[in-house]
């Protein structure tokens, strides 16, 4: 047993999204609630050839503990091999295979998804991992439900996991072509859940609190996996845990059906917090470069703000961090005014 599960736990995971939860956006969540984290999805040729921009995906702190080093790719031995490499490396709580990615890049060259379509291959892959590196660290996947509607097979994809040597499994609620389309189907997690004795973390469409006292109160899930809800609002993950502690919500925040809310103040606070630290960290590159790469981290943050329309034009221009600052001035002090 993995031991954020131990006594009951019912850990928040965030999900590993690319582009999205890197070094500082963990850290982020972390701060405001998240229990385990798993970083971007890394390529096991990526980390063979020591590619640096693969490896710099890897980074983590300790205080990000327990975490996991999401890795892809379609070779057991060669990903063995780099997950040999990680473990010697940076030493992580886990190592998490993706059997769920539905980008065509990675489907393509037999990876992610697409190996739902294979359970034969998909099975020896993950023993493969799971025997090599399992007396070093614990192996844990993560699934949809299927390749599409018609061959939804994740309760036996389960079944294939857990026989070689997983620990703990991660379903989207949708199937390989569906993306991000149409509803998560938390009947079919719910049966992956009941199938195993190993932990199923649930994901999909977890957008707050309530939504998540449902989904445990429903299923058979051990935990849940928040991923595009805490884009825009990583507090999620505190509102969360409050509820589930029976606490009544934060003065600044609520427990609605939509994503939690903040104070304007304290949302503006984390944006420029967030892009200080990105700067700081440098993986972007420049400042400029860093700006350019989270014109889309700030349009999610910037859902639900008042007068967001000519906000986000601002956003999809915006090149410094004093620029941003004036941003954040003029809007609240021009609702200030209204």
């Known amino acids: 047993m993995l031991p954020w599960f131990d006594n009951n736990q019912f850990p928040l995971y965030l999900a590993p999204m690319a582009g999205v939860t890197d070094f500082i956006f963990r850290k982020i969540c972390k701060e405001m609630g998240a229990d385990v984290m798993v970083t971007e999805f890394v390529s096991a040729e990526g ?4 590619d640096k ?24 031995s060669r990903m063995a ?14 190592i998490d295979l993706n059997f769920g990615c539905p ?10 998804s697409s190996l739902l379509r294979d359970c034969p291959l998909l099975a020896k892959i993950a023993g493969t991992i799971a025997k090599s590196v399992g007396d070093r660290v614990p192996v844990t996947a993560k699934i949809r439900i299927g390749w599409d509607m018609s061959s ?3 309760p036996e994809v389960c079944h294939i996991l857990e026989d070689q040597g997983i620990q703990a499994i991660a379903v989207h609620g949708r199937t390989r072509s569906q993306g991000y389309s149409g509803e998560a189907d938390w009947d079919t997690i719910d049966a992956c859940a009941r199938a195993v004795s190993i932990p199923v973390i649930g994901n999909g469409d977890i957008q707050s609190a309530e939504d998540v006292k449902l989904r445990r109160s429903q299923t058979a899930i051990s ?21 589930l502690k029976g606490l009544p ?15 304007l103040q304290d949302r503006w606070f984390l944006i420029l917090r967030h892009v200080r630290l990105s700067i700081e960290w440098g993986r972007y590159g420049n400042e400029l470069q ?34 941003l600052e004036e941003i954040a001035a003029e809007h609240l002090q021009s609702l200030a005014n209204s």
């Open 47 to 50: 980390i063979l050839h020591a």
């Open 53 to 76: 921009r693969t490896r710099k995906y890897t980074e983590f702190e300790d205080q990000q503990r327990p975490l996991g080093i999401q890795l892809f790719g379609a070779d057991g």
């Open 81 to 94: 091999e780099a997950a040999h490499q990680i473990i010697d490396w940076k030493q992580p709580d886990f």
């Open 103 to 112: 980008v065509k890049k990675v489907v393509s060259k037999n990876g992610g």
């Open 152 to 154: 939804i097979n994740a």
């Open 223 to 243: 935990g849940v996996m928040i991923g595009r809800a805490a884009m825009g609002a990583p507090w999620i993950f505190r509102e969360i845990r409050e509820a």
């Open 249 to 263: 919500p934060s003065s600044s925040t609520n427990t609605s059906s939509e994503l939690p809310s903040a104070t």
């Open 290 to 323: 860093t700006l350019r790469s989270m014109r889309s981290r700030l349009m999610a943050y910037s859902r639900g703000f008042p007068a967001g329309k000519p906000l986000r034009l601002r956003f999809s221009q915006v090149s410094s961090l004093k620029e």
